[in-house]
Nanobody, 120 residues
C-alpha cells in the first residue's frame, strides 16, 4: 500500500515564505511525475507545479518566479518552496504522484492535503 504524506503547511503573512514537503512510502517500484495541486474554497483543484522523474518542471503562471518544486528520488520526496506568498495563494495544497508498485502496475496517488493560509 502506498501513502503520500504532506507536511509544512501553516499560517503566514503576505510576502513570507513556506516550504511544503511530501513523502511517499509503501511498496514502491518507481515514481514518475510528482506534482503539487491546490484547491481554494469554492474553486476547482488546480495544478501548481509538476516535476518529472528526470527533473523537468512546469508551473502555473500564477506562481512562476515565486515557487520552486524539487524532488529527491533517493528519499521518494517532493517539495515546494513558496516565496513572496500572496493572500490568493491560500488553499489546501495536495501532493500527487504516479507510482508503480510493480513494473506493470501504475496508479495515481494523492496526499491528504495541507492547509496554507496567507494573511494580508
Amino acid at each position: 500500500q502506498v501513502r503520500l504524506v504532506e507536511s509544512g503547511g501553516g499560517l503566514v503573512q503576505a510576502g513570507e515564505s513556506l516550504r511544503l514537503s511530501c513523502a511517499a512510502s509503501g511498496t514502491i517500484f518507481t515514481i514518475g511525475a510528482m506534482a503539487w495541486y491546490r484547491q481554494a474554497p469554492g474553486k476547482q483543484r488546480e495544478l501548481v507545479a509538476q516535476i518529472g522523474s528526470g527533473g523537468s518542471t512546469n508551473y502555473a503562471d500564477s506562481v512562476k518566479g515565486r515557487f520552486t518544486i524539487s524532488r529527491d528520488n533517493a528519499k521518494n520526496t517532493v517539495s515546494l518552496q513558496m516565496s513572496s506568498l500572496k493572500p490568493e495563494d491560500t488553499a489546501v495544497y495536495y501532493c500527487h504522484a504516479y507510482i508503480k508498485t510493480t513494473p506493470n502496475v501504475n496508479f495515481s496517488y494523492w496526499g491528504q492535503g495541507t492547509q496554507v493560509t496567507v494573511s494580508s
